[in-house]
């Protein structure tokens, strides 16, 4: 089995190489970690892992926990594993492809939901939806409520922080906004973060179209 573990983890030394270790008791391949958050003295880490069948997701679960101070967010199992790195660079490169500003839009919010395995994500302009990927997305009206009440907060409006289940970037230059959503999986810092980074290649791109 493919699966994807997001840990919380107590910030010092050999934490992570302890719950490596309960991983390898269950005869789990650790094939990723990807470090999504650190504060406080905690992290929280997300790793893939290559695990037998025969293994109990709910026993890998324990596992991880009998480790002190760690503690398991979510557990899940996927097709194939998610290269954060490789991933943006794929969606910078497909931004940059777009021969029109439309195209450009459509691009954008196809990418950003299947880069950041989303249930729905919508460009807003001057409250139209300029394009939207995803079958849940919600209308125009609460889009814009979600951006006005977003955007009130400057640790929110730069990525630091925000709603579990929602992530916003702006593009500052057109005044419109990027807003991906999913249900069960809080965005956490670093996913923020690479959401701001390609709202901003996305608008540069913009502006070169027009």
């Known amino acids: ?32 970690i990807d470090v999504l958050e650190r504060g406080d003295q905690v992290a929280v880490d997300e790793f893939a892992v290559m695990l037998r069948r025969s293994v109990a997701l709910d026993l890998l679960v324990r596992e991880i926990e009998e480790v002190d101070g760690a503690s398991v967010e979510e557990v899940r199992t996927i097709e194939h594993f998610p290269d954060p790195r490789l991933d943006a660079l794929e969606s910078a490169t497909n931004l940059c492809s777009a021969a029109s500003a439309s195209e450009l839009h459509l691009i954008l919010v196809d990418q950003i939901r299947t880069e950041f395995l989303a249930e729905w994500s919508a460009l807003l302009l001057d409250a139209a939806v300029l394009a939207s990927s995803g079958t849940v997305a919600p209308d125009a009206s609460v889009l814009e409520a979600l951006v006005a009440g977003t955007s009130a907060s400057p640790r929110v409006a730069d990525g630091t922080t925000g709603p579990d289940d929602l992530a916003v970037a702006s593009l500052p230059k057109h005044d419109a906004a990027l807003l991906v959503g999913r ?28």
């Open 1 to 32: 089995m493919h699966v994807l573990v997001r840990v919380w983890l107590p910030d010092r030394p050999g934490a992570l190489g302890l719950v490596a270790s309960r991983i390898g008791a269950l005869d789990g391949d650790i094939v990723g």
């Open 183 to 210: 249900g069960g999986r809080a965005f956490r810092r670093r996913e923020r973060a690479q959401l701001v980074a390609l709202a901003g290649i996305a608008d540069r791109a913009w502006t070169l179209l027009e």
